[in-house]
């Protein structure tokens, strides 16, 4: 059975940090390429940050390059997004996505609601 699950969300000031987890199981996660999506209210999901299978690559927003961080832990089958210097835009839930884009196989988790206010 194939889970892939969010935490880490909250509330933070603006300039505050958070990281979130995705862990993932029932697939061959080491496989994957993993990135990060948020949809705030009333807007599209929008693409935040990726990293390959291997590690070897990762890819950002403009909105957040600089701020965030993805990273990942095969051995644990889990993967990280840094956030910092929070601003009030980064209000959103964010959501974890698994992608192998030689199967054409895509998995997505349910999100975890990061709110930045003060």
């Known amino acids: 059975q194939v889970q892939v699950v969010e935490s880490g969300g909250g509330l933070v000031q603006p300039g505050g940090s958070l990281r979130l987890s995705c862990a993932a199981s029932g697939f061959r996660f080491s496989s994957y390429d993993m990135s990060w999506y948020r949809q705030a209210p009333g807007k599209e999901r929008e693409y935040v940050a990726l990293i390959t299978s291997t590690a070897i690559s990762t890819n950002y927003a403009d909105s957040v390059k600089g701020r965030f961080t993805i990273s990942r832990d095969n051995a644990k089958n889990t993967v990280y997004l840094q956030m910092n210097s929070l601003k009030p835009e980064d209000t959103a839930v964010y959501y974890c996505?698994?992608?192998?884009?030689?199967?054409?196989?895509?998995?997505w988790g349910q999100g975890t609601q990061v709110t930045v206010s003060s």
């Open positions: 996505k698994a992608a192998r884009m030689a199967i054409g196989v895509t998995y």
